[in-house]
């Protein structure tokens, strides 16, 4: 896997963000949106790509991604949860 074969993108119809590897979906983040809050209660990253910082590549992409939106975030979510725990340039997006 090279970087150039990781994409992300928001698929609202599913009501999540994904990552992508080729055409494989390896990873996804559910958001439901309400009163300008996305909900986030769920990560999920294949086994198949634990450990290669996929996770992480989608977070930062979901959370810029509701940031511009003008969003808040409830990270139900433990991974995203954890993240923006660690990042604290995310913390203002905590509703």
């Known amino acids: 896997m090279t970087t150039s074969d990781v994409t992300t993108r928001d698929n609202p119809d599913e009501g999540r963000f994904e990552i992508l590897v080729g055409d ?22 294949e086994k198949a790509y634990d450990g290669q910082g996929l996770g992480s590549r989608l977070a930062v992409y979901a959370l810029d991604t509701l940031r511009e939106r003008g969003l808040k975030v409830r990270p139900l979510c433990p991974f995203i949860k954890g993240y923006i725990d660690r990042h604290e340039e995310y913390a203002d997006l905590v509703a």
């Open 24 to 45: 494989e979906v390896a990873g996804f983040t559910i958001y439901s949106v309400e009163d300008g809050v996305a909900t986030m209660p769920h990560t999920v990253v």
